[in-house]
């Protein structure tokens, strides 16, 4: 028990203890509220004694603020004007000393001009705005004149060989001159196949370009964009034309064109081709190159610009074209006329690029009229060569049975065909159905039936029928050697060539039975008797009963009478292939010789015994054969 009321009284006096500690922590507590509550007080009253003095303080700051912005306006405002005073002076000096520096100071003032604009309220900006406008004025006015003297300076005619410098090797004129060169023929298209490549020139040097692009954009920018065009078209569009004179491009119509003889038509036109070529590939493109970059960022005025440069040199140029394809058609005027399709089509693409601009429609409109008008007059010319080799009438006499003139025309005629092909397929319009190869195999095929019509009413003219059949085997033959030897055989095919080579050998025969039956009857027993068949086999009769030493005098004496005219007449003719004439002598010597030889072995003897023997049998087969082979030479006879 007495444990337990020890522990209680420890219990006790800890409780105690505790009680006391608390009440003590009570009182500081109070104690710091109340010390808290007095510091508040006086820091409430520090602040109100204290608010008049920050309020002056923000008042001093917020004053020295404005003093600076004031001074840092003021210091502007005299750095505008000072800026102002020196700019002037650069303008005062014009241009011409330094452009660059002079541009720099249009701009300047262009700015001291905002910066006033912007500043309100002060007395001066009104004045000085006015002063500002004034210089500038004064500067678009001197930069006016500064780009009209730089254009005019640096705008000179292009001379035609540096123009030829520019062109691929193999279409500069040998002689570096504007006569025919490289333009006449029909050459013109081979060369449009060929991988070239084009250098325009610079109009205009390169370093200047830029100057004068910044003169035009002050121009535009101070509202001047008028007499910027005006100036502009005036210097170029004369300098383009001159170029154009220089390299020989004149102004022909109709009736010049008709004046001409062929042949100075013919060159005039070669060189057109030539021309064209270098107007569009060098010069006009060349002259886009120079607006683009002048007129660079003002689209519009840009393309107006080259249109109206450009407009006058092409109209001259198309004209000529124009002139051509509405002139009287002629057979010698589809070849060239082909060469000026083609050029026309080879630039088309290059025109619709260069020409691109809403402004150049009507030149593009122009060039693909005339492309369109040289297709349907070359379309049409055709057909007239066709017909006027089917019709045609002159008297040449072809005395010797050779090929005529005009065969051999129209065969190279053909053959100039077959180095069109690819400008046959667009002038046909057969580039993509793939009958270009039928189409000129028509072409082809109604030419040479309306030549071989032509050949057989020629060859009526004959009154020797065997001299007829050898006019019609040279001609014939010439057609088809010529035909096996070209690209014509592609298109008219292996059937076309035999049917004609079997045609050469008909009238080959019928020359054979024509010129040799007669005489060879005198060589057999039945052309002894009234009524005998005539053959041209040569085969003599085994027999020779019944014929007397008269009958076969006369025989030799009518062979040599025969054979000697027969000679003297066909060894003025011609066959002008070597290969025909000697297959020709050769089918000739090989029945006249053995029915010779047959016929002099059998009744020879009975000439041989009797009285002048050579005055009947006057030749030997080896007389024959050596007489033959003189035979188609084209020689004047000299007796035997």
């Not at 991988?195 to 100057?211: A, E, G, K, S």
């Not at 198309?318 to 060469?339: M, N």
Request: hydrophobic residues 35%.
């Amino acid at each position: 028990m007495a444990s337990y009321a020890v522990v209680m009284e420890n219990l006790k006096e800890r409780s105690e203890f505790m009680n006391e500690s608390m009440q003590k922590s009570q009182t500081i507590t109070d104690n710091m509220i109340s010390i808290l509550g007095s510091f508040d007080h006086r820091l409430s009253a520090l602040e109100t004694a204290m608010r008049p003095t920050q309020i002056r303080t923000h008042s001093i700051r917020k004053a020295h603020e404005n003093i600076d912005k004031t001074l840092k306006v003021a210091e502007s405002i005299l750095g505008q004007f000072d800026l102002a005073r020196k700019t002037e002076a650069k303008i005062l000096r014009g241009p011409h000393e330094d452009l660059e520096s002079y541009l720099e100071a249009v701009n300047q003032l262009r700015s001291i001009v905002k910066f006033f604009s912007s500043t309100k309220g002060l007395k001066s900006s009104i004045g000085m705005i006015n002063h500002i406008s004034g210089l500038l004025a004064k500067s678009v006015l001197k930069l006016e004149e500064e780009f009209r003297q730089l254009l005019n300076l640096y705008s000179k005619p292009v001379e035609p060989d540096r123009l030829f410098d520019c062109l691929p090797q193999s279409l500069r004129p040998s002689t570096g001159s504007d006569s025919k060169g490289d333009g006449a023929g029909a050459k013109e298209h081979q060369r449009s196949l060929e991988t070239v490549v084009y250098h325009p020139p610079d109009l205009i040097p390169p370093r200047i370009l830029p100057l004068l692009h910044d003169l035009a954009q002050q121009m535009i920018q101070a509202g001047h964009q008028q007499q910027l065009y005006t100036i502009y078209n005036e210097i170029r569009s004369l300098v383009t034309e001159q170029s154009l004179k220089k390299l020989g491009v004149e102004r022909l119509g109709k009736e010049d064109v008709q004046k001409m003889q062929w042949e100075v038509l013919e060159a005039k036109i070669g060189n057109w081709i030539h021309y064209m070529r270098i107007s569009v590939r060098l010069l006009f493109a060349a002259e886009k190159k120079v607006s683009d970059q002048i007129f660079e960022g003002q689209d519009n005025l840009r393309d107006q610009c080259f249109a109206e440069v450009t407009g006058n040199s092409v109209a001259v140029l198309l004209s000529f074209g124009e002139a051509i394809a509405k002139s009287k058609r002629s057979p010698e005027k589809l070849f060239v006329l082909l060469d000026m399709y083609e050029i026309m089509r080879e630039l088309q693409s290059e025109m619709d690029n260069i020409f691109v601009s809403q402004y150049c429609s009507e030149m593009r409109e122009a060039a693909k009229l005339l492309t369109n008008r040289l297709a349907e007059t070359a379309q049409e010319t055709f057909v007239d060569f066709e017909e006027a080799v089917e019709k045609d009438a002159t008297k040449t006499a072809v005395l010797d049975g050779t090929v005529h003139p005009l065969t051999s025309y129209v065969i190279n005629y053909v053959k100039f065909l077959f180095d069109y092909q690819s400008t046959l397929k667009q002038l046909f319009g057969d580039a993509d159905d793939g009958n270009s190869k039928d189409q000129l195999g028509v072409i082809t095929t109604r030419i040479l039936q309306a030549l071989q019509s032509n050949l057989d009413g020629k060859s009526k003219q004959y009154k020797d029928p065997a001299l007829t059949q050898l006019f019609l085997m040279n001609n014939i033959h010439y057609i088809v050697r010529s035909v096996r030897r070209s690209e014509a055989k592609d298109v008219l095919g292996d059937d076309w060539v035999q049917i004609h080579r079997r045609v050469v050998q008909q009238h080959a025969n019928q020359y054979k039975r024509i010129s040799w039956s007669k005489i060879l009857q005198t060589l057999s027993v039945q052309g002894a008797s009234p009524g005998g068949n005539s053959s041209f086999t040569g085969e003599v009769v085994s027999s020779n009963t019944g014929i007397s030493r008269s009958a076969v005098k006369d025989r030799f004496k009518t062979f040599n009478m025969l054979f000697e005219e027969i000679h003297q007449r066909q060894s003025q003719w011609t066959v002008p292939d070597s290969e025909l004439r000697e297959s020709l002598r050769l089918a000739v010597a090989e029945v006249l010789l053995p029915a010779y030889r047959s016929f002099a072995k059998r009744f020879g003897p009975m000439i041989e015994g009797g009285k002048n023997p050579q005055k009947y049998i006057r030749y030997t087969p080896e007389d024959l054969e050596r007489m033959l082979a003189e035979f188609f030479e084209g020689k004047t006879w000299k007796g035997p």
